[in-house]
């Protein structure tokens, strides 16, 4: 089936560590997204990439890092230049035009 | 003004009832829009998107209103199962691939 994987699904970080986020798709989708939700609040984009080697920072992008080596993968760095990492992170991806996104399943981020 | 604004709620309403939010936006040039929705600790899930003719789908019929710069999401006959967040979202530039920006969402309560 064709769909957007993100793992893990819940990760622990200790303050000061870096830890990356995996976002993979088998949807042959050139756009990918990373978006950061808070409790209560929407989501809000850190990074985007709308081809492979390229990617444009999006609102929340600092103490963030992004690569897009491979069409199918867009891995999101966390690092501890973050002030306030917990979060639920999204992965999505989109077809070219203006269509509608598809999300993973997110990961939970808990600093601790 | 904020680029995608809704009216968080939340909204609690008998089942059976018929429900509407708006979601205003703020870019005339604005291109797609969409409703998601989303469950609890969940990822958003696209319910339906939004045309310019309008766009229904069984008991959700969704439309736009550019001259006023909003979208509006009609439930009826409201099921338990469809307790949950919408979130509105919009390409709000030109160019495809652009990032989808996303409201706060509202929040709906279908009581028995």
């Known amino acids: 089936d064709g769909g957007i994987t993100q793992s893990p699904k819940y990760l622990f970080r200790k303050e000061g560590q870096n830890v990356t986020l995996s976002c993979e798709q088998n949807?042959?989708?050139?756009?990918m997204y990373w978006y950061r939700q808070d409790p209560g609040q929407g989501l809000r984009l850190i990074y985007y990439s709308q081809i492979v080697n390229d990617f444009q920072k999006g609102d929340i992008a600092e103490g963030y890092s992004v690569s897009r080596e491979k069409k199918e993968s867009f891995p999101l760095t966390v690092t501890s230049a973050q002030k306030n990492p917990t979060a639920f992170y999204l992965c999505a991806s989109s077809a070219p035009g203006f269509t509608e996104a598809f999300f993973g399943q997110g990961t939970r981020l808990t600093v601790v | 003004r904020k680029e995608v604004e809704q009216d968080p709620g939340p909204f609690n309403v008998p089942e059976g009832a018929t429900v509407a939010f708006n979601c205003t936006y703020s870019n005339s040039a604005s291109q797609s829009f969409f409703w998601y929705r989303q469950d609890c600790r969940k990822e958003p899930k696209l319910l339906m998107s939004?045309?310019?003719s309008g766009n229904e789908d069984g008991r959700f019929t969704a439309q736009l209103n550019r001259a006023s710069q909003y979208i509006s999401l009609l439930i009826r006959d409201s099921k338990l199962s469809d307790s949950a967040t919408y979130l509105c979202a919009v390409i709000p530039y030109r160019s495809g691939n652009t990032p989808l920006v996303f409201g706060k969402g509202t929040r709906l309560s279908v009581i028995a």
């Open positions: 939004v045309y310019s």
């Open positions: 949807l042959n989708h050139d756009a």
